[in-house]
């Protein structure tokens, strides 16, 4: 399944993938399309079978807190305002724990004997931590871990962290003079090297455990971010060890949560991306991960592979998989069959990594098309694997030298030059497509490419003069799917 890796009508942001049995789960909060608000007053569950990545089922509303067509609420001191963010399940004794955070109440634990529920009330968290640090009562961000030793703990925090025991007993009632505050500094320090402002706590705390070294995973300050650092002890201190993955690279950033999972012997990240031009509609996405000898995890590009090795290029893509959406483009949903990138304007760029072309030595060309919604202008959509070339820069340089007003897409282009990680500029310019009024399907030929290889589109036009004033500002077309084929 490619990214986003369950169905695309789906908004699963904040993922906590849990492997339980011969399944992965992932228990997240639920957003909605084009939503003003984040999340949801119910929290799903989908699973997949270890052996099959691509086969995600869902198993409805697992907890509410807001009667629902199906169901009252799960709890009774909420009320219209009250919301379910970020939640986390555990497994302890043939039981199986929710961990739910409720925006503007109390936060509580529920229980199932089963890991895709429904989970029952259990309680209210009980506590005796100062309401100033746990938030009334909130526990905003809840991780859970249940050590093997049997101890479990309660990570939690927004722009401040904690951390506590809970009686493994009862699951939710938390011990006595165990809360430890800031595991992971919010001011910068040199001690385990949190000397940076983008290295401390914002948000997203969760704890894993790999052999027997334990890696807090997190949100930083430099929030697209999904951050981790380590310890020897469930309880710190915490040594900063780098980043995993950034959503905001050559892509519309916004917030970041998730966690890591071991699925069949493979690493993997599981984060979320926005859509809708706001950080309220997000979806799940992932990306392999490798752990080094020595612990460490290296940065992991976005990508729209999701557990896929790769893209078949001979199939239909869906134009909203983009992994690299530049200027102010952004996916867009109207309704659940339909969903499209849009406010594409001049010198934008739209890219996909990586689409397997397979072996072919004879081909010289292969045709390119596109499905398009036409917006009464003219413009080029260019086709490059690989990266970028000169030609594109010049253009882009060119527009200013003209005149004309900087575009979102300019400052993007140059910052992608400090950074190492942007898009490459070593890359092949295989041929274009003339975009017209109307829309509809576009068709080209192209240059034959052989193996894997980054696709990336990018947005010019031929207007010049006065006249060119008139379209900078414009959205130029609407990107549906296209599909390469021989």
Not at 87 to 102: M, Q, R, S, T
Not at 166 to 185: A, K, Q, R, S, W
Not at 281 to 303: A, L, Q, Y
Not at 347 to 370: H, N
Request: proline share 5%; hydrophobic share 30%.
């Amino acid at each position: 399944m490619s990214n986003p890796y369950l169905p695309k009508w789906e908004y699963i942001p904040d993922g906590e993938p849990r492997v339980f049995g011969d399944r992965v789960y992932i228990y997240g909060s639920h957003d909605k399309a084009g939503s003003d608000e984040f999340c949801d007053y119910v929290l799903k569950c989908w699973s997949a079978p270890v052996s099959d990545l691509s086969s995600w089922v869902c198993h409805g509303d697992i907890f509410r807190v807001k009667e629902t067509r199906d169901h009252k609420s799960d709890t009774d001191w909420t009320n219209e305002k009250t919301r379910l963010f970020a939640p986390d399940v555990v497994c302890k004794d043939g039981k199986y724990y929710l961990y739910a955070y409720i925006v503007n109440a109390k936060g509580c634990v529920a229980v199932s004997d089963r890991p895709e529920g429904p989970f029952k009330l259990l309680s209210k968290y009980s506590y005796t931590i100062p309401e100033d640090i746990c938030c009334n009562g909130w526990f905003i961000d809840p991780s859970v871990f249940v050590d093997d030793d049997g101890k479990v703990y309660i990570y939690c925090g927004y722009l401040r962290s904690f951390l506590a025991e809970i009686n493994p007993d009862n699951m939710y009632e938390v011990l006595d003079g165990t809360c430890v505050e800031n595991f992971i500094p919010n001011e910068i320090t040199e001690e385990g090297g949190f000397d940076s402002e983008d290295k401390l706590f914002f948000e997203a705390a969760s704890m894993r455990k790999i052999g027997n070294t334990y890696y807090m995973i997190y949100s930083p300050k430099r929030c697209p971010r999904l951050a981790y650092a380590t310890s020897e002890s469930p309880k710190g201190p915490f040594t900063y060890r780098g980043y995993i993955v950034d959503n905001g690279i050559d892509y519309p950033g916004g917030n970041d949560h998730g966690s890591i999972a071991q699925i069949n012997g493979e690493w993997y990240i599981f984060y979320h991306r926005m859509t809708n031009g706001s950080i309220m509609s997000r979806r799940g996405c992932v990306e392999k991960i490798k752990i080094n000898p020595d612990g460490s995890i290296d940065p992991v590009e976005m990508t729209s592979c999701g557990f896929e090795k790769s893209l078949n290029p001979y199939e239909i893509t869906p134009a909203e998989t983009a992994c690299v959406l530049t200027g102010i483009s952004k996916v867009t949903e109207c309704n659940v069959f339909e969903r499209f990138i849009t406010d594409i304007r001049d010198g934008a760029v739209i890219g996909y990594k990586y689409f397997d072309f397979g072996d072919d030595f004879g081909s010289k060309t292969m045709e390119l098309a596109v499905k398009f919604r036409g917006l009464g202008a003219d413009a080029w959509l260019n086709v490059y694997v690989d990266g970028l070339d000169d030609e594109y820069y010049k253009y882009m340089q060119q527009r200013k030298n003209a005149g004309k007003k900087p575009e979102p897409s300019d400052k993007l282009m140059e910052e992608k030059e400090e950074d190492e990680s942007r898009i490459p500029r070593t890359g092949n310019k295989i041929g274009s497509i003339r975009i017209g009024h109307d829309g509809g399907v576009a068709e080209t030929v192209v240059k034959a490419v052989t193996g894997i290889h980054a696709v990336y589109f990018t947005i010019t036009t031929d207007y010049k003069g006065w006249t060119a004033g008139y379209f900078k500002d414009r959205n130029l077309l609407e990107l549906e799917s296209f599909v390469f084929m021989k």
